[in-house]
């Protein structure tokens, strides 16, 4: 795929933007991944008043959740195929007009239908800006990491923003729909900032021009970054590997280890709990009447404040300790602090509890991919794969809570969380005791996008 901001002129030759087209793009996309997270908890933040307001069960409630995480995952394949067919600004600036038509119909419509169509365009529109700008920039940047930890913590900062701001809006306007109507101009922004931002609209091309630019920039271009297409590995289990015969042309053939399989699973329940988590906290507290709904959104945003921190702390330490013992501490850490939360009444000791959560939970998601770096280094087909199962706990375990709560109680419900951080450290156990050696941590600052 050509870089975004270097289009071709004729002759094959190419002509780079100045320094300030250059920090225009990349300020457009800082600004549209900060406005995706923000986005991205305004549904979290107002849900016990949709659940309220519109009479629905909890089960419904789970299925929307889903369903917002059914759309982001189809959105990594689907925005690959239309920047292939129609090309990459026409593309994102399509798709990003779908998180504000879909909060606009959350204001309009008690239908449950609707209501289920309108989550899967605000999931698309969240999974499209998270494979576009992870794209661009990388491409942008030549792969530099620095530059891809900036976007994420943009994100994370926007998902941090929005509970407070949520929280003012429904104070003084007395009302979640105004609220939400407030949060729009921040979802329809990202349409127009698309719109100017210099993203070339060419349609993108196969691997081997994408190989032959890598080549002109001096890039390995077995390791050239692709867009997301998902992808999946072969009925055997074997994946190409990049590091083949340079001679011949051919790529070697190496079988994923058991280290891959169990990260995938670690990968699955890990990202479903923290979803669950971010999706049900403010509605688990307010039904059980422990705190006020003001203080449960300010819960939310603190949770994602120490997220932040925490991923920035352990990325510095794991470059002296093992990541699989991260990943195995870090998990049993996140289940006894979730323990806690979920025994506790104390508004103190559910905030100190929640501080815990969100520690050890912050650096699971960039630590198990490191643990899988070496099967995962230049397969952008193998990581789009590893990914969707992710997505897919995403989609199922914000189910189970609501279906849990409507056949038990929302206590109930949140308890399948912990299931799923029982079973993260029960897995990664068993990822620690592989000992398989593994190259070091990446610096990522946000599991969404």
């Keep these: 795929m050509i870089p975004i901001a270097n289009m071709n002129l004729p002759g094959g030759k190419t002509r780079r933007d100045d320094g300030k087209t250059r920090r225009v793009l990349f300020g457009g996309l800082y600004y549209t991944f900060f406005a995706n997270g923000f986005t991205a908890l305004v549904i979290s933040a107002v849900l016990p008043h949709v659940i309220e307001t519109y009479g629905l069960s909890y089960e419904m409630a789970g299925t929307i959740l889903s369903l917002i995480a059914v759309g982001n995952l189809v959105a990594t394949y689907l925005s690959g195929f239309l920047a292939d067919r129609f090309g990459l600004k026409a593309t994102i600036v399509v798709l990003s007009t779908f998180v504000g038509v879909g909060y606009l119909g959350l204001l309009l419509t008690s239908s449950k239908l609707l209501l289920c169509v309108f989550a899967v365009m605000i999931g698309l529109t969240r999974g499209a800006i998270s494979n576009v700008n992870n794209y661009v920039i990388n491409n942008e940047s030549s792969g530099k990491p620095k530059y891809l930890n900036y976007l994420h913590t943009f994100y994370a900062v926007g998902a941090f923003l929005s509970p407070l701001f949520i929280s003012l809006l429904m104070t003084v306007l007395d009302s979640w729909k105004a609220a939400v109507a407030g949060s729009l101009a921040i979802a329809f922004s990202i349409v127009g900032v698309y719109s100017v931002l210099p993203i070339g609209n060419k349609r993108t091309v196969g691997r081997q021009e994408e ?7 001096g890039q390995d271009p077995r390791h050239a970054p692709v867009m997301s297409r998902g992808g999946n590995t072969d009925s055997g289990g074997m994946i190409e590997n990049g590091d083949g015969d340079p001679a011949s042309g051919r790529r070697t053939r190496t079988k994923l280890g058991v280290v891959f399989y169990l990260s995938c699973v670690v990968l699955f329940f890990y990202v479903g709990a923290e979803n669950a988590i971010n999706g049900w906290l ?3 507290l307010t039904s059980e009447n422990l705190v006020s709904t003001a203080f449960a959104q300010a819960l939310l945003s603190g949770v994602w404040l120490i997220m932040i921190a ?6 510095a330490l794991s470059e002296r300790v093992p990541k699989t013992l991260i990943v195995f501490v870090c998990s049993l850490g996140a289940t006894a602090t979730f323990s806690v939360f979920l025994i506790s009444s104390s508004p103190l000791i559910i905030t100190i509890s929640l501080v815990g959560v969100g520690f050890f939970l912050s650096p699971l998601y960039p630590t198990i991919i490191s643990v899988c770096g070496d099967a995962l280094s230049g397969r952008a087909g193998l990581m789009g794969t590893f990914l969707s199962v ?8 914000p189910y189970v809570v609501g279906a849990a709560a409507d056949r038990w109680s929302m206590t109930w419900g949140m308890w399948t969380i912990l299931i799923s951080l029982v079973l993260v450290v029960v897995f990664a ?7 398989v050696k593994q190259p070091s941590i990446p610096t ?3 599991s969404d996008k």
């Design 310 to 315: 925490g991923r920035l702390i352990c990325a």
């Design 390 to 397: 992710g997505g897919l706990g995403k989609i199922v375990v």
């Design 429 to 435: 156990l068993l990822v620690s005791r592989s000992r």
């Design 444 to 446: 990522v600052l946000s």
């Design 211 to 217: 190989q032959a630019h890598a080549s002109c920039q």
């Design 282 to 284: 403010v509605t688990y």
